[in-house]
């Protein structure tokens, strides 16, 4: 069973910076990975994603030249660097893995493991 841990949350002022990572115990060397967000209130969201090899990334609009998704998988860790914070990215953040391929559907959907999540909060 592959088990992800995020870490590297916590709270930072408007327009600052945080990088978190998802450790994992498995396999995802080869598994897409992304990252989610979900606001107090609202659905799930999806952040990021990249694929096996780190060649391809893709991101929601919403967070587009300002975070940056990137893996290690000789240490089987994803990043998320978060740059330009703002408050409406205050939320839990997820990290996921998914064992079909990048072309093989949608880099936002599909998903079969879940971290536990790790809060983020950007003060105005």
């Known amino acids: 069973q592959v088990q992800l841990v995020e870490s590297g949350g916590g709270l930072v002022q408007a327009g600052g910076s945080l990088r978190l990572s998802c450790a994992s115990n498995?396999?995802?060397?080869?598994?897409?990975m992304g990252w989610f967000r979900q606001a107090p209130g609202t659905e799930r969201e999806f952040v990021a994603a990249?694929?096996?090899?780190?060649?391809?990334?893709y991101y929601a609009d919403s967070v587009k030249g300002r975070f940056a998704i990137s893996r290690d998988n000789a240490k089987k860790t994803v990043y998320l660097q978060m740059n330009s914070l703002k408050p409406e990215d205050t939320a839990v953040y997820y990290c996921?893995?998914?064992?079909?391929?990048?072309?093989?559907?949608?880099?936002?959907?599909?998903?079969?493991?879940w971290g536990q999540g790790t809060q983020v909060t950007v003060s105005s």
């Open positions: 996921a893995a998914r064992r079909s391929g990048w072309s093989d559907g949608p880099p936002a959907r599909g998903y079969d493991y």
């Open positions: 498995g396999r995802t060397f080869s598994y897409v």
């Open positions: 990249i694929s096996v090899s780190g060649s391809f990334t």
